[in-house]
């Protein structure tokens, strides 16, 4: 059975940090590319950053540029996000994505980040 299961999310205040983790099962992991994405309620969903198969490329969305960092582990099966210097527009649900070249998807079910100012 395929899963993306997120932790790390939280409350913490204006210019905290918080480390999420996606632990992927059920699939080949290290054949897909990783990807964090959020929503708000009301908007839509947002892309936040990717780091594709091998790890050999990683990329970030502006608004958290320089301030996050997207890793993966392929032997733990995991894709981490650090998030410093959070700001409360960064209030969101963040989900797991993974994609594979062939176009196969999977979504975790998130997990909630709450940043007060």
């Known amino acids: 059975q395929v899963q993306l299961v997120e932790s790390g999310g939280g409350l913490v205040q204006s210019g905290g940090s918080l480390r999420l983790s996606c632990a992927g099962a059920g699939f080949r992991f290290s054949l897909f590319d990783m990807s964090w994405y959020r929503r708000t309620p009301g908007k839509e969903r947002e892309w936040v950053a990717t780091v594709s198969q091998g790890g050999r490329t990683v990329n970030y969305a502006d608004f958290v540029k320089g301030r996050s960092t997207i890793s993966r582990d392929d032997r733990e099966r995991t894709v981490t996000l650090q998030m410093d210097n959070l700001k409360p527009e960064d209030t969101a649900k963040y989900y797991c994505?993974?994609?594979?070249?062939?176009?196969?998807?999977?979504w975790g079910r998130g997990t909630q980040v709450t940043v007060s100012s």
């Open positions: 994505y993974a994609r594979a070249s062939w176009g196969v998807e999977y």
